[in-house]
């Protein structure tokens, strides 16, 4: 079956010509895959036998929400949305004072290992194609009814592993006629695929590329991160620097404080020099706890000492906002509990829960 969602317009005007439409039909047909239509019938400007053929011939990605989360302290909303294919994934929307912000995952598991992180505990199971990308912003917009205007790649999956159906939902998602959330609107986080970045820089879309650094030397960094070795800091903050050259974009570090392993005043000095090379803004990230996991979140102490170092560096930081606090906030952990759940034989019916009382 063709995935029309997955379409980019010209590609939905080539189909529909190749049926003996006119042109305009894709035009129409792109219009109400945007606006979240589950079937070709709620199409009614399009002709009965165009209907007919695409119902025959094409499908219309949908998703279905397992469990919804509504955090009582700051409203952030947590989706547990499940694929055609039984598969899982999650999808956070976080308010801010600019509006509306969706940290979308891009694909279900994660081959990168990173040791403290809930998404790649059992590894990658398959790539999201861009209407699945596609429909986490646009599901979770018509939940909240309200637009949502900026886009964060970081939520289950590495973006750049995945390259091809990142770079198509991006052009999707900047369609004036469909959602058109502008590109310097969008941030991509990645552990650092080196090639694929370089790979970016060359599509000059102005995105935001956030290096998903975690530690500022090869020793701490290999230990967290698997995807650095046989690369390493330097390559993949050089590769950083390359894309700010070529885009004109700045990168940025997110940086999660983990205690005890990269929060000494030295690694703090070592960062303060990569973020100045590579003129990065660094994101100071609390640690969200995970089960699985043995790491737990930087004292208050060592953060302020931490943060005394990068302003004696002249570093611009900001500490992220933590939000979702008290609805399982790290990516990973609403699916990794439903697959437990699935594997015990205890998966209950599709639910949707809240931490707040939400009409």
Known sequence: MIDLKSMLPEELEAYVVSLGQPKFRAK???????????????????????????????????????????????GTTKYLWELRDGNAVETVVMRYEYGLSVCISTQVGCRQGCAFCASTIGGLVRDLTAAEMLDEVLYSQMDQGEKISHIVLMGIGEPLDNYENVLRFLRLVNQQEGLNIGMRHIALSTCGLTE????????????????????????????LMPANRGRGVAEVTAACERYFKRTGRRVSFEYAMIDGVNDTPLQAQKLSALARKVKAHVNLIPLNHVEERRFSPSTKENLRAFCAILDSEGVNYTIRRSLGGDVDASCGQLRRRREGAKQSGTETQTRVTSKDVKE
């Open 196 to 223: 694929q970045i370089d790979r970016l820089a060359q599509e000059n879309l102005q995105i935001t590329l956030a290096l998903s650094l975690h530690a500022p030397d090869d020793e701490t960094r290999s230990m």
């Open 28 to 74: 129409q047909l792109f219009a109400w895959l945007t606006k979240g239509v589950a079937g070709f019938d709620e199409m009614r400007n399009l002709p009965q036998s165009l209907r007919e053929r695409l119902t025959a011939e094409a499908e219309i990605n949908v998703l279905s929400l397992l469990e919804k989360q509504v955090s009582q302290s700051d």
